[in-house]
């Protein structure tokens, strides 16, 4: 197919773990893909055509630059996003250039978790207790009399940030300054959100919407740490669900998407299973990250970044056909990490790789011998992942954590006059 009659897709940064987004996009004949990343990013080089970008990556710049790509096209065009950050860009240029997509005032709104967490209350989605703050505050007693009528432990995050930055467990009053602190240091927009804490597994559902119409393609079940901060270290398709509460979840999912106003393209929606029944966590207006596509693609078939292509261009999509779909086997991923300090070496690659076929499951590392490794706070710090598959999910998770607990990886502390090494997370490893 000549290149000229091939239609652009645009995305606008990937992000990390999504090479099978590029490889899906990449492959199909009738796709001409650009990719708007940073010039030192490892993925930039798989595009089609390669929008190179500052490490600081400013909004006005990254705009600017995807503008005139979308301007030089000729043809069918779309435009995508993976990340919150990049979702007010994306927004923009759809509106200005006509493209399918969500209502570019809905992505706006959603990259603010205060005004969906609002939003989901006024229409009686069930969620958490919760309460909008303003990250300025300084004063022990103002921001104890913000927080007054919620029940501890609270969790405690920024409004507009993701992958788990700067949200924090507050066990009872007296941690609230620090929590405080640390929130506010993630906040762009300079509002907190404080939730009580929702107890009970933790699951995300992956949908596909068109005109108002929601199909769930996966269930996804998720293992994260519930300390203080919260890293998610593995996740699993499909979730392990009996019939009546899968559906109750699918019925939770779609009247959150409703009530955001999400009515097309792809959405990872994450709730806790409590006591009472499902509660909305976030609805993320964007497809699933942590490899979970991959997943689905795996026990299920559907490529869900090929159907995201689609919705961006305008195509059609078969949504009878989605929701007939079912599951056959499971797969699973678990999360390498260490503990902080230099690492040393790596043990046990041969060993966890001997232990999986290559055709469907794999081992990745994502650091190396000379790293500088952060406490584990953020899904950033993680270090590496094994993804596997089975004839069902009990046998995925546990073929996945065999395999990731022969990897070692050894740190140390820094010897005195060590010279600087590379520091994670970099866009070096995550992109």
């Not at 030192?40 to 990556?57: F, N």
């Not at 006591?275 to 966590?281: H, N, S, Y």
């Amino acid at each position: 197919m000549a290149l000229d009659t091939r239609a652009l897709l645009l995305l606008v940064r990937v992000g990390c773990l999504r090479e099978q987004a590029l490889r899906s996009w990449t492959a199909r004949p009738d796709l001409d893909l650009a990719l708007a990343e940073s010039a030192t990013a490892a993925y930039l080089r798989l595009a089609d055509r390669q929008v190179p970008l500052s490490p600081e990556r400013p909004a006005d710049e990254i705009y600017e630059a995807c503008r005139a790509q979308l301007a030089a096209a000729p043809g069918r065009k779309g435009v995508i996003g993976f990340l919150d950050s990049t979702l007010p860009v994306v927004a923009r240029l759809a509106e200005e250039f006509g493209l399918p997509g969500c209502p570019p005032e809905t992505l706006r709104h959603l990259t603010d978790k205060t005004w969906a967490r609002a939003r989901l209350a006024e229409c009686a989605v069930p969620g958490p207790a919760f309460r909008v703050l303003d990250a300025s505050l300084t004063g022990t007693g103002e921001r104890t009399r913000a927080l007054a009528g919620l029940r501890h432990p609270l969790i405690l995050k920024p409004a507009d940030s993701s992958a788990g930055r700067g949200v924090i467990r507050v066990a009872g009053p007296g941690e609230t300054d620090d929590a405080w602190e640390h929130a506010a240091a993630f906040s762009k927009n300079g509002s907190l959100l404080a939730e009580e804490e929702l107890l009970g597994d933790e699951i995300s559902v992956e949908t596909l919407t068109v005109d108002g119409r929601t199909v769930v393609l996966a269930r996804t079940e998720k293992l994260a740490t519930r300390d203080e901060s919260f890293v998610e270290l593995g996740q699993a398709v499909p979730a392990r669900l009996s019939g009546p509460l899968a559906e109750r979840i699918d019925e939770v999912a779609a009247a959150a998407l409703k009530a955001v106003g999400f009515d097309h393209g792809i959405a990872h929606t994450e709730m806790i299973l409590t006591a009472d029944g499902p509660r909305i966590v976030e609805v993320n207006p964007r497809p699933a990250g942590d490899c979970i596509l991959d997943l689905v693609h795996l026990t299920t078939g559907t490529d869900v970044y090929g159907l995201a292509a689609d919705l961006a261009l305008g195509e059609p999509v078969d949504l009878d056909a989605l929701a007939a779909a079912r599951p056959a086997g499971g797969a699973a991923i678990r999360f390498l990490t260490a503990p902080a300090g230099v690492v040393r070496r790596v043990d046990g690659v041969p060993e966890a790789a001997a232990l999986l076929d290559p055709a469907h499951e794999r081992l990745v590392l994502l650091t190396r011998p000379g790293d500088v490794v952060e406490p584990v706070t953020t899904n950033l710090h993680r270090l590496g992942y094994v993804l596997a598959v089975g004839p069902d999910t009990e046998t995925a998770v546990a073929r996945a954590e065999r395999a990731a607990a022969l990897v070692g990886i050894v740190t140390s502390p820094p010897a005195p006059g060590e010279p600087p090494a590379r520091r994670l997370p970099s866009s070096e490893c995550w992109t």
